[in-house]
């Protein structure tokens, strides 16, 4: 996936600075991905850093477009390396995962993982990584607080979607060969184990759900979050 756009790389800091005030608890995400090819051999830590800023700047500007004036974006990305760099309302951060912290209201991500993830799977994960995330920050944002963990996680997937899809009908971010079968990659590594109860507090819902959500966000915009 490739954004149009002049983009600096960004430097990684492993600094939190300020206090959070309490709120809710993090929202804890999905496990390490299986491992596949990535498809268009675009994996060094310098395009990391490209596409991680890429992603967060697109997704800004989308989400400005779309609420308009008094949207504020989501506050900081902190990459992090171990358990407890970083933590949201009092609860340390766990490694392999990424997450929207409302108390704080930043996105915090596993910097190891996620770069394995992109090498893994390739670049269009990290747009759908950060575009799921950015979209708990809307949510929160919005004052939408589904009952259960499943609904609030499958309108995220969704969200994303929308995002990638949106930006590349207009033109801002490209579609690569291959970057469709990444996301059906990233998205059956994401999804909960069999077994999981959807009414779980954890559960995010199935490879299968996760993909169903995505692909009517990419394919129908907003309105197929119910928003
Ligand atoms: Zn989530």
Redesign the pocket.
């Known amino acids: 996936m490739r954004a149009r756009a002049v983009l600096v790389p960004v430097v990684l800091s492993l600094l939190l600075t300020g206090c959070l005030p309490a709120a809710s608890p993090p929202?804890v995400?999905e496990p390490a991905p299986a491992v596949t090819a990535n498809q268009d051999g675009t994996n060094t830590p310098e395009e990391f850093s490209r596409d991680i800023q890429a992603a967060e700047e697109i997704a800004e500007e989308y989400w400005e477009q779309r609420l308009g004036a008094g949207f504020s974006p989501v506050r900081r990305l902190i990459p992090y390396e171990r358990e407890g760099d970083v933590d949201c309302a009092g609860e340390p951060l766990p490694r392999n995962n990424a997450?929207?912290c409302s108390a704080g209201d930043f996105i915090a991500y596993d910097v190891n993982w996620a770069f394995a993830a992109f090498q893994q799977v390739g670049d269009a994960f990290l747009f759908y990584l950060l575009g799921?995330?950015y979209a708990?920050g809307i949510q929160a944002r919005l004052g939408i607080r589904k009952e259960f963990t499943i609904e609030?996680?499958l309108q995220?997937d969704c969200m994303a979607g929308a995002f990638i899809g949106d930006k590349a009908r207009e033109g801002r971010l490209e579609m690569q060969d291959g970057d469709t079968q990444e996301l059906a990659d990233g998205l059956e590594a994401v999804g909960d184990d069999p077994g999981q109860p959807w009414f779980a507090e954890g559960a995010?819902g199935t490879a299968e759900q996760r993909m169903k959500s995505f692909s009517a966000g990419y394919n129908d915009s907003l309105q197929a979050c119910g928003l």
């Open positions: 929202d995400e997450v929207y799921h995330e708990h609030q996680e995220a995010h």
